[in-house]
């Protein structure tokens, strides 16, 4: 009769203490989230300032620890392209946000040569400001095993061929950025 | 006392094996994580380029068995306004990165006419690389049951009204979008 | 005898019903995804029509009880700078999706002014729609307890102060946006 007792008890037992195992090892398993780790960013815009976020927030999620991937699709192959430095350029007329040294009327932001101005200056502003270079960005992002994955339906569209972009790239369509994205917190289209 | 030990050595085995099965129910559940089966995109674009990431994204989701919605607000109603082939047009100024036929001045590409020579461009461009139209990706999106959600507040602050969309869209605001994108992995702003 | 099978039974009943309590506190925990309750948003554009997603979002998110952080970088630091309504202007040329009020030849569209004009214009369009003006929003979004964190790498990037900005926002870099949007199902770059 004890004995018949003490298995209940056992069993009624269990289910309390299986119920808190259960939720301890839930809590465990909520830190250890696999998506907490991974970034998935679409690196879109083809100009020189657009360039910057995803390589920043590819290197700064990688130096923390996360597995990260930039997908460059659209303009945002530019950034990737071996040619990058000539085709990354600023157009002032499109973003009435960019800081001008000088208070400028809207029809000469249009003149010829204010775009190639635009982007040396924004391009000094970023020197001066001890921004690192978009090549040392790229390289510092492959060293921290940054995956940059070139759209290759993309590329087609913009006649570019595979060996158009530096070394170190990989070539994938939607179904390699998806593989990834669906397992990761972070997924941004910049 | 034989069946007493039995019964303290069930208890303790119970611990240890409860865990182990805990943590192989939660390695199966991580795999099923229903986040990795939604994806919220918001389409707030409304020029021809920036048509496509949204409804190339929704369309292969949908495809390889996601549950895909897309919500449209701000310039992103073009996308799915019926006369969207009129609405959607190109700016060459606004874009820099867009690769031109021929090197242009920028005061050229701020001269009447430029944005319909561009819209026409990039049509051309699109057709001859095989690119689904627009139409077609609307009806795809549709067949593989993405969700086309147009954004009810941003539709009046554009003075639309809901018979100005295409068939099959359906109205919704931002608690529509958050209640689908909380519970998904992917979500992207465009 | 009949004592040992009962252990027996019991710790074979266990594994099923332990399997059967995990999975449901499994679902039960899926529902309470902490992921599903944190939103992070980038503010990245730093015109008045790209200043609405990120405060109205933010705010929508907070309201339904979520925890939100919006990072104003780049451009998006007009949004929260005290000069925000000199800063936060909008250029017609960069967006041929935007509403003009009559249908305009392109060269018009660079002339000097026309930032101006067209700023009034969508200032006038919003209020006349019941929009909340920028300021409203910001009090709104601080009010519901979003978190408004100015990117300082950016902000010396662009030569602003600590001082330069609203009162309520903090300051953090990439780390500060990671260590929040790593545990948020909602993460956009707007």
Same mark, same amino acid.
Not at 151 to 159: A, I, R, W
């Given at each position: 009769m004890l004995l018949q007792t003490e298995v209940a008890e056992n069993r009624s037992l269990a289910e309390e203490r299986v119920r808190q195992i259960v939720r301890e090892e839930? /809590? +465990?398993s909520w830190k +250890?989230? *696999?998506a907490a780790r991974k970034v998935a960013i679409i690196a879109s815009k083809g100009t020189l300032d657009w360039a910057y976020p995803p390589l920043n927030l590819g290197a @700064?999620? @990688? @130096? !923390? =620890? #996360? /597995?990260?991937s930039i997908f460059f699709t659209f303009y945002g192959l530019n950034i990737i392209h071996k040619d990058f430095e000539r085709k990354l350029r600023i !157009? &002032?007329?499109a973003n009435p946000a #960019? *800081? #001008?040294p000088i208070p400028m009327p809207d029809l000469v932001l249009a003149l010829p040569g204010m775009i190639t101005f635009a982007t040396r200056m924004m391009r000094s502003r970023f020197k001066k400001q001890g921004l690192v &270079?978009? $090549?040392e960005l790229q390289a510092v992002n492959l060293e921290l095993g940054v995956r940059l994955i070139a759209?290759? %339906? %993309?590329? /087609?569209?913009? =006649?570019y061929r595979p060996e158009d972009f530096i070394d170190g790239v990989e070539f994938g369509g939607a179904g390699a950025f998806l593989s990834q @994205? $669906? $397992?990761a917190h972070i997924t941004a289209f910049i």
């Open positions: 839930l /809590e +465990k +250890k989230d *696999p @700064a999620a @990688a @130096a !923390s =620890g #996360m /597995e990260v !157009s &002032p007329v #960019m *800081p #001008m &270079p978009i $090549r759209c290759d %339906t %993309t590329l /087609e569209v913009f =006649g @994205a $669906r $397992r």
